[in-house]
Antibody, heavy 116, light 109 residues
Framework: QVQLVESGGGLVKPGGSLRLSCAAS????????MSWIRQAPGKGLEWVSY????????NYADSVKGRFTISRDNAKNSLYLQMNSLRAEDTAVYYC?????????WGQGTLVTVSS | DIQMTQSPSSLSASVGDRVTITCQAS??????LNWYQQKPGKAPKLLIY???NLETGVPSRFSGSGSGTDFTFTISSLQPEDIATYYC???????????FGGGTKVEIK
């Protein structure tokens, strides 16, 4: 069955960096577009970034553009999110998600807390 | 950027009631509209895709309708296990992106 397992979350100071990973299994990873979606504590869902199956195309929400970089390694069935210049408002659970239109498969999420 | 306005933000209804949630897009999105259910501490679950298609395994009491800018999500007979927050979500192809509505928290009266 499809599994998406995020890791790399934690506590980081404002201005710091963090790299999230998502390990995929149960499907042909290289066939699918992938996304990162986040949810601040007690708040709604916010799409963060998207990457095409071959990494040829990426897109970002305005709130993270220029600070976050999405990437993938199809040989390792892994998705990444490099987060730089982190701000308090980036505090959220970050979900790895398969597909870029209707998301059937989500990871369990990893919590990123940005605080001094 | 397309904005999604979802209402109400919360509602309280009795078991067996018909529950309706609306979502309005700031511009025509055809039928590129999905609905999710999220329970506390869990990832969202896709219920309806492309405005009116029921995802496999989802009970038939859930339904969706609409196109263009105005969309409706309905629970025909509210059950205790339906207590959750529901989100609409539109998707764009050029460039690819997703936008979620603000969510509707559904509680039992």
């Amino acid at each position: 069955q499809v599994q998406l397992v995020e890791s790399g979350g934690g506590l980081v100071k404002p201005g710091g960096s963090l790299r999230l990973s998502c390990a995929a299994s149960g499907f042909t990873f290289s066939d699918y577009y992938m996304s990162w979606i986040r949810q601040a504590p007690g708040k709604g869902l916010e799409w963060v970034s998207y990457i095409s199956s071959s990494s040829s195309y990426t897109n970002y929400a305005d709130s993270v553009k220029g600070r976050f970089t999405i990437s993938r390694d199809n040989a390792k069935n892994s998705l990444y999110l490099q987060m730089n210049s982190l701000r308090a408002e980036d505090t959220a659970v970050y979900y790895c998600a398969r597909d870029s239109k209707a998301v059937v498969h989500w990871g369990q999420g990893t919590l990123v807390t940005v605080s001094s | 950027d397309i904005q999604m306005t979802q209402s109400p933000s919360s509602l309280s209804a009795s078991v067996g009631d018909r529950v309706t949630i609306t979502c309005q897009a700031s511009q025509d999105i055809s039928n590129y509209l999905n609905w999710y259910q999220q329970k506390p501490g869990k990832a969202p679950k896709l219920l309806i895709y492309d405005a009116s298609n029921l995802e496999t395994g989802v009970p038939s009491r859930f339904s969706g309708s609409g196109s263009g800018t105005d969309f409706t999500f309905t629970i025909s007979s509210l059950q205790p296990e339906d207590i959750a927050t529901y989100y609409c979500q539109q998707y764009d192809n050029l460039p690819p992106s997703l936008t979620f509505g603000g969510g509707t928290k559904v509680e039992i009266k």
